[in-house]
């Protein structure tokens, strides 16, 4: 566990290094001072909403935006990391998405870990092994070695271009810390109701938090085979596995007298406000919030509609691409045997859940954000980069990583990176 955890470190000092290298650069190129690089700097997009949470706490007005769409778990964690340093508000939400982050690294190396060394009958690791190892042999005559693969996913997780927004005071590296932590902890097979408290968590991380707790209703399932009253017993935790986005839903009743105001006030964020129900679902259903982006008779959608002008560097023309390329991951990877059922139902999850709340209201904004977060995506991709020659796997490393600091330096300079 040493070893990996300091594996998880270095991989998370090295790859964060990028990052941190294109934020000073964009901090450049937003002041005309000769500071090389502040923290203040980051407060950009959603990280001002954050910093508001943490200095004034919620707020709902049912017409207008309001801060109660963010989940709770990271301000409070932040808050609670402020409270115990005396730091400023933004330095703890940068300090505490970096120290989940670091922990993320950690978990994922532990959970590749596991899923190769199938010790625990009936296990993640267990369904995963044994099925990758029938489709193995035949794929990997131009590879170098299985070995591999767990640090070329790990590699993946740290130089992915969205994952720039992992070390910023966005949530997201609290959301997939504890979407890990969840799945190695049904990995090595937890106490159920230590399991649904982690679970729980999960759920008031993000509002796609609900996507593991589908995982976990199977993992109950699988381990209450036996009598009638082991089925109930187990199955009776599901509610604890909810427990806080329960939570939040009772804090907003409380203290605002609607239950669901997160769910109110979403209209508010969005782009498209004034459409039909039946127009957005044949819009989704004809994936028109992806092609439409590229279509120039659709201003209020067209990339070109955004700065800066060059595709490849513009928020808006890769966010479908990125999320294209995730779903194809996950599909890659649950047709070759790669994924295990578990983590095949989360990343059909992370990815429907944004899709069908967001992408049409929002024109695929922060879709390539939200799908930074499929964590069982770097596994596929470990598994692809082991399979190329090793100086194609490190080119394609190293031109993700140049995107991730790139794509750091143009959110940092201003541009309207989301």
């Not at 902890?185 to 759920?203: N, S």
Request: hydrophobic letters at 50%; charged letters at 10%; glycine letters at 6%.
């Amino acid at each position: 566990m040493r070893a990996l955890a300091i594996k998880g470190l270095l991989l998370y000092v090295s790859t964060s290094a990028v990052a941190l290298g294109g934020a000073c650069f964009g901090s450049l190129l937003a002041t005309i001072d000769a500071e090389l690089f502040s923290v203040e700097s980051l407060a950009r997009h959603d990280a001002i909403h954050y910093r508001s949470i943490l200095t004034s706490g919620y707020d709902y007005d049912p017409a207008t935006r309001s801060r109660i769409a963010f989940f709770p778990v990271y301000p409070l964690a932040a808050r609670a990391l402020a409270w115990l340093t005396g730091i400023a508000p933004l330095s703890a939400l940068v300090l505490t998405s970096n120290l989940l982050l670091a922990g993320s690294f950690v978990l994922m190396a532990w959970y590749l870990e596991a899923r190769r060394q199938p010790d625990a009958k009936g296990s993640v690791a267990t369904t995963c092994s044994a099925v990758a190892r029938t489709m193995r042999p035949a794929a990997r005559c131009h590879g170098h070695g299985d070995g591999d693969s767990p640090d070329y996913a790990l590699l993946a997780f740290g130089f992915a271009p969205m994952t720039f927004f992992f070390r910023m005071p966005y949530s997201e590296s609290c959301f997939i810390f504890f979407c890990l932590l969840s799945f190695c902890a049904m990995q090595r097979k937890w106490c159920l109701p230590l399991v649904a408290l982690v679970v729980g968590i999960t759920t008031a991380c993000r509002p796609v938090g609900i996507a593991v707790f589908i995982p976990f209703v199977v993992h109950a399932w699988q381990r209450s085979k036996g009598s009638g009253q082991s089925v109930i017993r187990r199955l009776a935790l599901l509610p604890l596995a909810c427990w806080g986005i329960a939570g939040f839903i009772v804090f907003q009743y409380l203290r605002f007298g609607d239950p669901f105001a997160f769910v109110r006030t979403q209209q508010h964020w969005a782009q498209h406000q004034a459409y039909s129900p039946l127009d957005k679902w044949l819009a989704l259903l004809s994936w028109e919030p992806i092609w439409s982006t590229y279509d120039s008779a659709r201003p209020s959608c067209f990339w070109r509609s955004w700065p800066p002008q060059c595709a490849l560097f513009n928020c808006q023309f890769m966010n479908p691409a990125f999320f294209v390329g995730t779903a194809a991951l996950v599909a890659l990877g649950a047709w070759r045997g790669w994924l295990c059922r578990s983590e095949i139902l989360a990343s059909a999850g992370l990815l429907a859940i944004p899709y069908v709340t967001k992408a049409y209201e929002n024109a695929m904004n922060s879709q390539g954000r939200f799908a930074a977060v499929v964590f069982p995506a770097y596994l596929v991709a470990g598994e692809i980069l082991q399979r190329l020659p090793r100086p194609v796997a490190c080119s394609l490393l190293a031109i993700s990583a140049f995107f991730m600091g790139a794509y750091a330096s143009l959110f940092v300079a201003g541009y309207p990176f989301y």
